[in-house]
């Protein structure tokens, strides 16, 4: 079914220029809100390296593959900092108190997980073929 001249011209005055832009405003909150939750309770969880649980060898050390599981995590919680960083930059001062508050608490969280990661990454550089 084909619409009618005034439908179309309707359609065409509004243009949706302003709709538009609302629901980018609002679908940038939104997936902005849902990996704020899912980085904390990540990151509440203890963000476990899959290969890091203290599965050592007979000579005591690491077993290999775990490695790559360390550099990913790593990799992936400065991600998260540096992408906290670019939203914390985008709000200006006084905008938003409670989401500044809730960038800061991650930001912690992310600091102690990697405190917590400290001596695995250690290992892992220790392991490297090419470490003297």
């Known amino acids: ?47 476990q390296v899959s290969g890091t649980q203290e599965k050592k060898r007979k000579d005591g050390g690491l077993k290999k593959g775990s490695d790559s599981d360390i550099a990913i995590t790593l990799s992936q919680l400065k991600q998260s900092n540096d992408w906290l960083n670019q939203l914390s930059g985008k709000l ?20 102690t997980c ?3 990661h400290v001596d695995s990454a250690a290992l892992a550089l220790e392991n490297r073929p090419d470490h003297n």
């Open 114 to 116: 990697l405190l917590n």
């Open 1 to 47: 079914m084909e619409p009618h001249e005034g439908e179309k011209l309707e359609w065409i005055r509004g243009s949706g220029e302003k709709e538009i832009q609302e629901l980018n405003v609002n679908l940038l909150k939104e997936s902005q809100s849902w990996f704020l939750k899912f980085l904390d309770s990540s990151l509440s969880s203890g963000f």
């Open 92 to 111: 200006g001062s006084g905008n938003n108190d409670e989401l500044e508050e809730t960038i800061n608490q991650l930001k912690q969280k992310i600091y």
